[in-house]
């Protein structure tokens, strides 16, 4: 088959320069389990991209467990609200869901399809113990009025930023906000070990019982340190470590991030640019340009469809011409599960839900795909 022939992957993760090195490393030592010598490489290169200074980061197996930390360090107890996007991975909810919360789906914004301050405000009660922003495509949500929401309320703001490495607000990195925050190394992001994650603390009160629930609820960490001559079981937790083999291959990833978003930042600005026209004439919503305060990490290109209808016959036309294009998020609050906790209405969710999808954008695209994925979409009429 000709390479001009082979389907468009969604998504194709990236080989950095030394990442097979790294891992041969990891594999040769005397150390391939959690907190090694590359998580801790890896730890000190996060906090320097995300210039945390007194900050922490800890390696989780994946954002779903980082998030299932925050929601540990909550001490939630049943009956307890968490305010979250009806927008976002079903994570989102279930890390909080699983510890006895009940999740309380809030709207988003119908232009970056961010948590709608206005509507997070109207769902605050008693009972609310955070509130949970989820940076959609790394662009970064309306930070200031949330914060200024969860400092009158009296509760934290916890940060999804899953999609947000390398996002920023007025100078500042995403994950920087949040009483607690979370990243996400899945093969779809930018930075992948293929599963993985990140919880930054960037509340001091959290760390020491944080490195206790991430040690299965032991103060080994204190033990390693040389604080207590033996550990114990001490608090609740579980096995929230990334083993270093995969932090070897996100070193070098990182070391990589200046190439790894030049050419994302790139296919991005050759979608937007050559995909105006075609978005004007068939009703189309392509992303909308950021203000000066905002950096957006390139994590993904996705536009709204006129209707559900033509979002359909999108998805069929991509496949049909080699392209794989898919739709994201079903709303939460009309998910099954969600049911039990009588999910209301969001209008906005619902409706863009059935209207959006993504091209395929990925670390190592190359411009003959990027032409390929232009070609096809142009091609279609809505």
Request: glycine share 6%.
């Amino acid at each position: 088959m000709d390479s001009d022939d082979k389907p468009v992957p969604f998504n194709r993760p990236a080989i950095a320069e030394n990442q097979l090195d790294y891992v041969s490393q990891s594999f040769l030592s005397d150390k391939i389990s959690g907190d090694g010598p590359f998580t801790r490489r890896v730890e000190s290169a996060m906090s320097s991209i995300l210039e945390l200074g007194e900050s922490h980061v800890l390696l989780t197996p994946s954002c779903t467990a980082a998030l299932e930390m925050c929601a540990l360090l909550l001490e939630l107890q049943p009956g307890d609200e968490i305010i979250v996007p009806s927008f976002t991975f079903v994570s989102t909810a279930n890390a909080f869901a699983m510890f006895g919360a009940v999740p309380v789906f809030a709207d988003v914004d119908p232009v970056r399809f961010n948590l709608d301050p206005s509507d997070v405000e109207r769902l605050l009660t008693p009972r609310t113990r955070a509130v949970v922003v989820v940076h959609y495509g790394g662009v970064p949500a309306d930070l200031d009025s949330l914060l200024k929401i969860c400092d009158a309320a009296g509760v934290p703001l916890i940060e999804d930023a899953a999609h947000g490495l390398f996002g920023s607000h007025a100078g500042k990195a995403l994950g920087r906000f949040g009483a607690l925050s979370t990243f996400s190394f899945h093969e779809t992001k930018n930075i992948s070990c293929g599963e993985g994650g990140a919880l930054v603390i960037n509340d001091e009160r959290y760390l020491e019982r944080a490195q206790i629930i991430r040690e299965k609820g032991t103060d080994r960490s204190r033990f390693m340190q040389g604080l207590v001559d033996k550990y114990s079981w001490v608090d609740l937790g579980s096995s929230y470590l990334l083993a270093d083999t995969l932090a070897a291959v996100l070193l070098a990833q990182l070391e990589d991030s200046a190439s790894i978003q030049r050419r994302r930042r790139a296919a991005w600005r050759c979608y937007s640019e050559a995909l105006a026209g075609w978005a004007d004439a068939n009703g189309v919503v392509l992303p909308q340009p950021l203000g000066p305060v905002d950096v957006d990490p390139a994590h993904l290109f996705a536009f709204l469809l006129p209707n559900p209808d033509s979002r359909q016959r999108f998805l069929a036309h991509s496949r049909e011409h080699a392209v794989s294009s898919v739709f994201h998020y079903l709303p939460l609050n009309t998910a099954p599960f969600a049911q039990r906790f009588g999910a209301g209405v969001c209008p906005i969710t619902e409706d863009i839900s059935p209207r959006l999808a993504r091209i395929p954008l990925f670390s190592d695209i190359e411009a003959g795909e990027v032409d390929r994925v232009i070609e096809a979409v142009v091609s279609f009429r809505a």
